[in-house]
């Protein structure tokens, strides 16, 4: 493994190489595990809650960063659970955008609080978000999280629009029998709106309580129900390198993205590391295998030791998950405490 900061051997892109040569330079970190949907296929019973003091303090998390930005880290994305529940959310965000040589600040969020926050998350730099729609019908949204909640979201989705941001993307876990004869009227959004549609495979995390091999579908089937559309053409995309293949619609002013962790993964140009809720680095989203980060910082660890645990990590990053279709694998954490 190589570092390219202090190491000498100047690289193309930030972050530390592991040992499949992969540039490790993006973190996911999740803000808390609460969440005020309760999705089926992510959470969905309410589950035992960590407590405030479990969680890692802005300020242990500022620190994480600068030293994770030191080593490369260029991106950061806040999820959860929903971030925008996690309280002085904005002051924190405002802290991290002036942490030198970070980049890129992006959030991933369910919308319900959106259109309260869209001002202040672009104030504070955020330029890019996530916004989780698995529909576009009010009723089956209410079946699908639990909340009568549609248009609330909606509106938060246009008031960022309104407001500016650089990019919106929709992700859309992909599930049989509940929002399949759904994707043509998704993927039509993209003609009307300059948004990235996404579907996403539906991934085996938080064990059998959650995980329902029936409702797995293949990208290739996405695609090809969308295909009424019209044939669509390969689109690129700038920015550091995302796991979304892109396409475009004749006509359209947005882009359709699919992304195929179990299908066509792409652990081989994987290059995040992931920080839990309670303050746990993991560098695959679907292994078990973490590091106690909060011990280290709340035990007196110095930088060098909060150094050395992401250099260990990022040494232990597995090749793959190696997954394929109706596999549980050993990923037993809930996505809301992971960040999803
Ligand atoms: N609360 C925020 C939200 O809803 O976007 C952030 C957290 S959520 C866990 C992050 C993303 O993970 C969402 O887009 C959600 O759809 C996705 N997700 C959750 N469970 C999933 C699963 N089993 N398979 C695929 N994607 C999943």
Redesign the pocket.
């Known amino acids: 493994m190589q570092e390219t900061k202090g190491g000498g051997t100047p690289a193309v892109e930030p972050g530390i190489i592991d040992p499949f040569a992969r540039s490790i330079n993006y973190l996911r970190l999740s803000l808390t595990d609460q969440?005020n949907?309760r999705?089926r296929?992510?959470s969905p019973g309410a589950g035992r809650k960590l407590r405030r003091a479990d969680l890692l303090r802005y300020e242990e998390l500022l620190r994480f960063i600068r030293i994770a930005v030191d080593l490369g880290v260029r991106k950061v994305r806040l999820?959860?659970?929903?971030?925008l529940l996690r309280h002085d959310v904005l002051s924190f965000i405002t802290d991290l955008a002036a942490v030198p040589e970070l980049a890129d600040i992006r959030l991933?969020?369910?919308g319900v609080l959106l259109e309260r926050y869209a001002e202040g998350l672009y104030a504070a730099g955020i330029r890019k978000l996530?916004?989780?729609l698995?529909t576009l019908r009010p009723e089956r949204y209410h079946k699908i999280t639990g909340a009568d909640l549609f248009h609330q979201v909606w509106r938060g989705i246009e008031r960022a629009q309104e407001i500016g941001f650089d990019r919106i993307k929709l992700?859309i876990?992909a599930l049989r029998g509940v929002n399949d004869d759904e994707f043509v009227e998704l993927a039509r959004l993209t003609l009307v709106k300059p948004w990235q549609v996404r579907f996403?495979?539906?991934?085996p995390?938080?064990g059998a309580a959650?995980w329902d091999r029936s409702r797995y579908i293949p990208t290739t089937e996405i695609m090809e129900r969308i295909s009424v559309l019209g044939e669509p053409a390969p689109a690129s995309d700038s920015g550091i390198s995302g796991p979304a293949r892109l396409f475009r619609l004749p006509g359209s002013c947005g882009t359709l993205g699919f992304i195929s962790p179990i299908s066509n993964h792409f652990c081989d140009r994987c290059n995040r590391l992931r920080l839990t809720a309670e303050g746990m680095l993991r560098s695959c989203l679907l292994s078990d295998q973490q590091t106690d980060l909060k011990r280290i910082l709340r035990n007196g660890g110095d930088d060098e030791a909060v150094r050395a645990a992401i250099i260990e990590a990022i040494r232990h990053k597995p090749k793959g998950h190696g997954l394929k279709p109706g596999e549980t694998g050993d990923c037993h954490g809930r996505?809301?405490r992971i960040?999803?």
């Open positions: 969440c949907l999705c296929y992510c999820t959860g659970g929903e971030p991933t969020t369910n996530n916004i989780s698995d992700n876990v996403i495979e539906f991934m995390v938080g959650v996505m809301s960040g999803g």
